[in-house]
């Protein structure tokens, strides 16, 4: 990763956290690009995100993100077969 886009995304992730610590008001900012992160959120805010949007067994920002948008946490298994 560049440090510019290290960068970026150090500055989507504090916005992201101030977002949330702030009561998360509407209109949310855009975090699109933060829904493929696997940095741990701290326990603050996964506190905050559980209270205050009922989301459930996330750990990083781009599973809350995902969750946020009504998206499945974890990717889900397809074509399988019994």
Known sequence: MTT????A???LQQTFREWVRTGMPEPAPA??????????LPAD??????????LSAFWTYG???RQLAGE????????LTA
């Open 72 to 79: 499945p946490t974890m990717p889900t298994a397809t074509g």
């Open 31 to 40: 975090f699109e690009d933060l829904r493929d992160s696997s940095m741990y």
């Open 9 to 11: 995304t150090d500055r």
């Open 63 to 65: 599973q809350a993100v």
């Open 45 to 54: 805010v996964i506190a905050m995100l559980v209270n205050g949007r009922g």
């Open 4 to 7: 510019d886009r290290r960068e």
